[in-house]
Structures are given as C-alpha cells and as structure tokens.
C-alpha cells in the first residue's frame, strides 16, 4: 500500500531498511547515522550529568536534559528493536497485496485511496509534533546564551567563542532532530499499520452485509463470496497477528517511560522553569509525549469496537434464503470472527483510551501533589 511509503523512506532514511541497490554506500550511511544518533547521542546526555561544568549547573536545565535524554535512551532502544523487526513488518506485504486485489468496486478503491493519504500525513504530523518541540527549546535556549541540550560535546567547548557555541548549537539540533524523526518513525508505524487493519475490517464488514443482497447471483456464486470473504478475514487476522507482536515490544517501552517523562516535565514547570520560553518548550514537550501515545490509544480502541461488530455482521446478514452448505460454512465464519483484535503493551496491559486515560490522570495527580506541597515557596524557588 502506498500509505506507508513515508515511512518506509523514513526508515530507510534512518539506515535500517536495506535497499536492494548500492548496499555498500549504504551501509556506511547507516554506520553514520547510527553510531552518532542510536549510539552516541544517548551516551553524551548520560556524560553531561557528570561532566557538567559549574557555570551551567542549574536544576531547571539538568531536568530540561533530564527529560529529553529519558526519551533519546528509549528511542535508541526503540530502532534498535525496529531494525530487528522490520523483516517481520515487511511479511505483512503479500496479505496486504491479496486484500488490496479483492477492492474492485468504486467504494472500496475509495476508501484504499483515503488510507493512502491518511498513512504518509499520519508521518508528516508526528513530525511537526516533535520538531516543533526541539525547534522551540533551542529557539528559548538561544534567546538566553544557553546550549538547548547541554549534551556532552568533547568537539566544540561553546564558552571559548560564538563561533563555537553556534557549532555545538547546530550539532546538538542536528542529533536531536534526527533522534525525532526516530521517534517518528517508531511512533507512527504502530499507528498506520493499526488504521491498515481497520480499512479491511471497514471492507470485509461492507462485503458481508452485501452477501445474499444481489439478486443476479445464484446460490452457489453467492457461496464462493463468503468463502472469500472468509479468507479475507484470515489474512487479516495474519496481518494483526504480526503487528500486534510487533507493537507489544516497542509500545512496553514507550508506556515505561511516558509516565517518567510526565512526572520529570511537570517538575520542571511548576518548580525550576525560570522564564516563559522554557515553559512553553516544557508544554510542547508535554504535547509531544501525549501524542507519542494518545493516537495508538485511539485507534486500537476503535478497531477493537469494529471487530467486535463482525460476529453480529455475519449474524445479520441475509443467511435465511440461502442453501444449507452456506448456512453451515456461515456458523464457521461467525465462530471465527468472534475473536476481538486488542492489542497490549508487553502481554501485560490492554492499549487502549483507559490506558491513555491512567496515564493522564497519574500525571494530574502528580500535578496536583506537588503544588499542594508548595515545595516552591518551602525552598525559596520563587
């Protein structure tokens, strides 16, 4: 499907999908990138705890790196995984090419082109989401002769000269927006691959109530179409079977650090947060983390409620004027697509609008709690 070629030259782009062509100059693109991105960008935030000189030694900026640096640790670890997995993502083509074949009528191309569309913005979103953050926080950091990260950089000391801190600001941006659009990628695969598997199940639901409907068709020919119907609904079952294995992984990650993330941001606005622009770099971040989560909560909600219509689809269909072989062929059916399609965080936890819904209300109550403590009057953070 052309809905994922954004993401798929993300990925590539990210040096994780091989192409067949110019392997060599690829590999050294993907050393490149990864060794700097992946490897090394991690490692400078951990250093800059500890290598942090006197002069930038301030809360609100150590929890300003704090923050972003839990997230780059998780998204390093995130493409790793990804880069491992994307063979078993790319198994999810040949069910996807059959089930784009059996679209024939001018509603069904229709809703294959509305995905399309929908599959490469859902790329472009999250990356104005996440680059709106960094563009932000270096736009606040600059504004005040601060480094927007303080990473630990053993290229450029940014005190001895503006030329030098221009450098050092250029290279942390450059790592810190392709550490994003790792995160987009990471983010939005789940995402397009969820709203794949509702546009069939949106068709096949579609398909079903039209059985027995068309009165040029005998009924044997009638037969054959809930046999292919049927076999649609294994190849989608195959394709959740894959992705939902796939995103068990990379979403346990993304949930273990969100509510750190939270809590760490919300510290920093209400306690150490000096001056506007950083509050409102805290808040885009903030944005930036719901919506790593919220849209996946969403959409698996929603496709957990459409397959659960299917059993009651094929119930409700025109099953009474039919023959006893499709009779008994449509109690099989009816069996097998009482099975709902929820998909979980490392096998533990359901993904779904009340685990968006936990986190947020964790993150209101740690609000909560620390301004009724008034730890910034108690401490004189005024």
């Known amino acids: 499907m052309h809905g994922t070629m954004f993401l798929f030259n993300g990925f590539r782009f990210l040096g994780v999908y091989m192409p067949e062509k110019n392997r060599l100059f690829y590999l050294i693109w993907s050393f490149l990138i990864n060794s700097t991105v992946t490897v090394y960008l991690p490692v400078a935030f951990i250093l800059s705890f500890v290598k942090i000189s006197g002069d930038d030694l301030q809360i609100g900026n150590l929890l300003t790196s704090a923050q972003v640096a839990i997230n780059v640790v998780g998204c390093s670890v995130k493409i790793i995984l990804m880069g491992f997995l994307l063979p078993k993502l790319l198994s999810t083509e040949k069910f996807l090419n059959r089930l784009d074949e059996r679209c024939r009528t001018a509603e069904e191309l229709a809703s294959i082109n509305k ?23 270096c736009i606040s950091a600059v504004a005040f002769g601060r480094l927007p990260y303080n990473i630990y950089n053993p290229f450029f000391d940014h005190h001895q000269s503006i030329g030098h801190f221009i450098l050092s600001v250029l290279m942390e941006m450059t790592l ?40 040029s068709m005998s009924h044997e020919q009638t037969y054959e179409e809930l046999k ?4 649609d609904h294994k190849y989608i079952i195959e394709i959740y079977n894959i992705v939902s294995s796939i995103i068990s992984i990379t979403i346990f990650v993304q949930f273990t650090i969100t509510a750190t993330i939270l809590g760490t941001t919300l510290i920093n606005i209400l306690l ?18 719901v919506v790593e989560i919220f849209p996946l909560c969403y ?51 359901p993904i779904t609008l009340n685990s968006f819904l936990s986190i947020a209300k964790f993150s209101f109550s740690l609000y909560t709690f620390i301004k009724e403590m008034d730890i910034k009057e108690r401490f004189g953070l005024n």
């Open 115 to 137: 995905f399309t569309k929908q599959g490469n913005r859902f790329v472009v979103l999250f990356s104005v989401a996440y680059w709106s953050y960094s563009t932000s926080t």
């Open 299 to 349: 959409y698996t909600q929603y496709l957990m409620d459409e397959s659960n219509l299917l059993a009651e689809v094929v119930f409700h269909s025109n099953w009474m004027e039919q023959n006893l072989p499709y009779q008994k062929m449509l109690i099989f059916f009816m069996q097998r697509s009482q099975r709902v399609m929820e998909f979980t965080a490392g096998k533990l936890f």
């Open 228 to 231: 292919l119907c049927i076999i």
């Open 176 to 215: 810190v927006n392709i550490a994003c659009f790792q995160q987009v990628v990471d983010d939005s695969y789940a995402v397009i691959y969820v709203n794949i598997l509702r546009t069939h199940v949106d068709l096949l639901l579609k398909r079903i109530k039209r059985l027995g409907l068309t009165v």
């Open 272 to 289: 150490f947060a000096t001056n506007f622009a950083s509050i409102v770099a805290s808040c885009f971040y903030v944005l930036a983390v």
